[in-house]
């Protein structure tokens, strides 16, 4: 920008006589008289600057904020959009929300962005053209140079320091590739990281390629690297410089990257679509760093680990992670084998919690008495996706006496809760929960992702401006409020992961500038038909559940390969079922899937089927003539799969060009490693083969089930597996007889005593009691079939009229345990919700008190009597 048309006139008057008359303004520059005309005053300006400067801007800061800046709204909001990159309106802002902009910028140092950000300012308003451009500190690389920089005296706790050695001990003295650091919310995970990457890494010619998955997210880490950038010289002192680019939509472009930065901070959004400017800008020796590891098991962070690990093979990887991870929980449990098993150091959250490093959490489980009722549909949704459906949300959120229950909880105990965070349902209700607080004259407000001023509000809540804020999600990562005295969770989750970053939000304790105990407040809801919300309590309890040392893997066996939930669902969606109920096995076996990124970074996967296998290997043998063909589009492709039953989508084969055009190689297709092997179809004929026994099938059967997980993620446990073998075993194909003739037994192939003994109607009660809480209603007709009859234990029957059960006579005998037919009632009771044997059924099937030993009882005595195959449940 020119100069020649700056003029210190454009500024009111009251700012140049605030700079003129400030203690740092030496008396000759001062008028003699007093001035009020800016004009007049302007010559006294140009003795002191005649542009805003570096010496300017650094001299009289106090007097741009407090005077130019308090009495200018426009240039106040100017300069916060451009520091904070956010889009506030000068217009819609409240006096509260000005004072806590300026109050913001008041406390931020005066680093190069800020001093930028104000110079660009000023000339804008001295020359009269009020543009603003965003200028932050790590927008353009930067390099430090450290032969003026001192190496800091930077202060650790001891697991810090621990955790450094742990971490020096694996990568560079033991030369081990992949493991994750777990230190929980509030306990400087990132600045543990950080220095031992300077200190460690980066001194031993390490290139450090930092993966977070939000912009605003950045920042940290890169200030982290800034401030303590004086630790390389401890173990490379003759290291002259250190280089620093930060990429994202509001950083530096990944195209000006290059193998001389030594610190690569990277938005995963913007990384993954342009691999090919990653791959030239690596150096040769590399370390990945994953901020919150959980996110690495997404499609997006893999392939820039694949590509970064294919690119540099000894690239190692660090995952840093403040979420607790169990080994029952099968994404914690990819997330395991993405870092080899490998947890190089923990610090429990009961130790800093001892320390003062992080706050004492109390619980306090509030009832709200609302009753929710989930249909079949929403039933269903939550066991999908482990959350509550938009619409049933919704509908809980527009409860006004819900909300009055959370507002009077508050107000009851305001001056011990303080400052309050709330994790609520979603935009409306944070709309309606915030207007129910300020009616009580409680000073709140609410930020939700896509709300424009969002950074002023949690700035103001920050600051102390605001005592209650309520939000979606958006402060359970990456937002530092150190002094949140409670947590209120209006809204259940079965995710491990958002519930314990939603409770971390306020763990920061006393030695940490935070607070002394922190109150998470859980309020419950009445489910009446779903009970399996996870309970914080419970969760904090459970802590020390990680499996720390790596599992023994024999020589020679396939690697497990993680098979993501969407795939394995849409597996299930691809199985055709007739209208018994009895899966059609056809052509299109799912073979593996593809893990994508969309346009707007979100992570996608295709199942790929068998039938489509060729298709896809002839489009990698023209994959040169893809890449370079910029006119071939999705649709061309389908003639590639026209002899084949299964046909990709186009959208699904847009997907496959953006991937192969994004980085110049051929999409993978991750394989079910194993698929075949563990197809029942194909274990029943190795079985029939081989002519074992019974007991020895069983044996066969769970060896192959845990030797496996690809078995392991189709199925629920290893009694299905066994349950859909022996289909194969007992049927050609599979396929359990449909239409087949129900035949009465003969008196001598009956097993058991034929007295009847059971009061059916008496057991199905207590089913209803002890299974669905005493609430069933629909079905009244239960009862025995007239004869004992071939085939079947038990039917649920339901047509227009009505729905009834019907269990088999046979079974009516001393000799049949009650638990057993009480067993057998819940498996039909639940096919008015199931229809099908699937997943899901077998779930809530397996809930039943002993059902292991009900099945081997019905399939044992019948085995006995040389009915093997005949009977269906």
């Known amino acids: ?31 003699p008289h007093k001035l009020n005309d800016a004009g007049l005053l302007t010559p006294y300006m140009d003795s002191i600057a005649t542009t805003p400067n570096l010496y300017f801007i650094n001299r009289y800061r106090h007097e741009i904020e407090n005077e130019l800046f308090r009495n200018d709204t426009e240039a106040l909001v100017k300069a916060y959009n451009a520091v904070e990159r956010s889009k506030l309106n000068a217009d819609k802002l409240s006096e509260a929300q000005k004072a806590g902009i300026l109050l913001e910028l008041s406390k931020k140092s005066l680093s190069q962005g800020l001093i930028n950000v104000y110079s660009n300012l000023l000339m804008q308003i001295g020359t009269g053209e009020m543009e603003t451009t965003f200028v932050s500190d790590f927008s353009e690389p930067i390099a430090i140079d450290l032969k003026a920089t001192a190496i800091p005296n930077v202060s650790l706790y001891d697991y810090q320091e621990k955790a450094i050695t742990a971490m020096e001990h694996d990568f560079l003295i033991k030369n081990v590739q992949k493991g994750l650091l777990v230190l929980p919310t509030g306990s400087g995970k990132t600045r543990t990281a950080v220095c031992f990457l300077l200190d460690k890494m980066v001194s031993s010619g390490y290139q450090v390629v930092w993966l977070t998955h939000r912009h605003m997210l950045v920042d940290q880490p890169a200030e982290c690297f800034r401030r303590y950038s004086g630790l390389v010289k401890r173990n490379a002192p003759s290291k002259k410089s250190l280089k620093i680019t930060c990429v994202s939509g509001q950083h530096s472009s990944i195209r000006r990257t290059s193998k001389k930065d030594d610190i690569l901070i990277l938005s995963v959004q913007s ?55 169990r080994a029952s929980e099968q994404g914690s449990h990819a997330l395991m084998k993405l870092f080899n098993n490998n947890i190089i150091f923990i610090e429990k959250l009961s130790f800093l919690i001892k320390q003062g490093v992080l706050a004492v959490p109390e619980f306090e489980n509030i009832s709200t008495g609302y009753e929710v009722v989930a249909d079949i549909d929403e039933q269903k949704y939550i066991k999908k996706y482990g959350e509550i459906s938009p619409g049933l949300v ?16 508050y107000m009851q105990n305001r001056d011990k809760y303080g400052k309050t965070l709330i994790f609520a349902l979603n935009v409306h209700h944070c709309v309606s929960l915030c207007e129910d607080f300020r009616k009580l004259n409680v000073k709140c407000d609410f930020v939700y992702s896509g709300k424009p001023g969002n950074d002023v509000v949690i700035k103001q809540f920050q600051y102390g401006d605001i005592d209650v804020l309520i939000n979606i999600n958006i402060l359970s990562e990456g937002s530092d409020v150190p002094d949140i005295q409670t947590v209120f969770l209006t809204r259940p989750t079965m995710s491990e992961v958002l519930l314990m970053q939603m409770i971390g939000r306020g763990l920061r304790g006393t030695a940490s500038d935070g607070t002394e105990k922190v109150y998470i407040v859980d309020f419950n809801d009445n489910w009446s038909t779903f009970t399996k919300w996870l309970n914080p309590e419970f969760l904090m309890g459970g802590e020390a559940d990680l499996p720390i040392e790596s599992p023994v893997t024999p020589k020679n066996e396939a690697p497990k390969v993680f098979i993501p939930l969407s795939v394995i669902a849409d597996i299930y969606n691809a199985i055709t079922y007739d209208h018994l109920g009895h899966p059609i096995i056809g052509q299109t076996i799912p073979a593996g899937w593809f893990s994508y990124v969309d346009d707007e970074g979100n992570d996608i996967t295709v199942l790929v089927t068998e039938d489509q296998l060729d298709g896809y290997k002839a489009l990698a043998e023209i994959y040169s003539v893809l890449l370079e063909n910029t006119s071939i589009n999705a649709s061309d492709l389908l003639q590639y799969f026209g002899d084949f039953v299964t046909t990709p989508s186009v959208e699904d084969l847009q997907l496959y060009l953006n991937d192969l055009r994004s980085d110049g190689s051929i999409p993978h297709i991750y394989p079910f490693t194993g698929r075949k ?40 446990d290893v009694e299905s597996y066994k349950a859909r073998v022996w289909d194969c075993l007992r049927y050609a194909g599979g396929h359990t007889p449909d239409g087949g003739k129900v035949s009465e037994l003969s008196l001598e192939m009956l097993p058991f005593d034929r007295t009847p003994f059971h009061d059916i109607v008496s057991l199905f009660n207590e089913v209803v009691s002890e299974m669905f809480d005493g609430l069933w209603s629909g079905t009244t007709d239960v009862d025995w079939t007239k004869k004992a009859v071939s085939r079947y234990f038990g039917m649920y029957i339901t047509d227009v009229l009505d729905e009834r059960i019907r269990i088999n006579k046979m079974l009516n005998s001393k000799d049949v345990p009650k638990e057993v037919i009480k067993y057998l009632l819940y498996h039909e009771m639940l096919h008015r919700e199931y229809h099908y044997h699937d997943r899901f059924f077998r779930e809530q099937e397996h809930k039943y008190l002993n059902w292991v030993d009900h099945d081997r009882f019905l399939d044992g005595e019948l085995i006995k009597h040389d009915t093997l ?5």
């Open 677 to 716: 092997q563990i197809d029942p179809v194909y274990v029943a004929e190795q079985i029939k083969c081989e002519n074992p026994t019974f007991m020895e099938i069983d044996t066969m059967i769970e060896v192959i089930f845990n030797d496996n997980e690809t078995a392991q993620n189709l199925y629920l």
């Open 869 to 873: 195959g005949q009977w269906i449940r």
């Open 1 to 31: 920008m020119s100069t020649s048309k700056f003029n210190w006139s454009n500024f009111s008057a009251e700012f140049l006589v605030s700079v003129l008359q400030s203690p740092q303004t030496n008396e000759v520059h001062r008028p």
């Open 271 to 325: 990384a993954v679509r342009s691999l090919g400017f990653l791959k030239k800008a690596l150096s040769g020796k590399v370390i990945i760093v994953v901020d919150e590891a959980h996110h690495a098991i997404a499609a997006s962070y893999r392939k820039i680990i694949e590509c970064i690990s294919k690119k540099v093979k000894s690239a190692k990887l660090l995952g840093l992670t403040a979420t607790p991870v």
């Open 394 to 409: 919704d509908i809980i959120a527009r409860s006004s006496q819900r909300n009055k229950v959370i507002t009077e909880q």
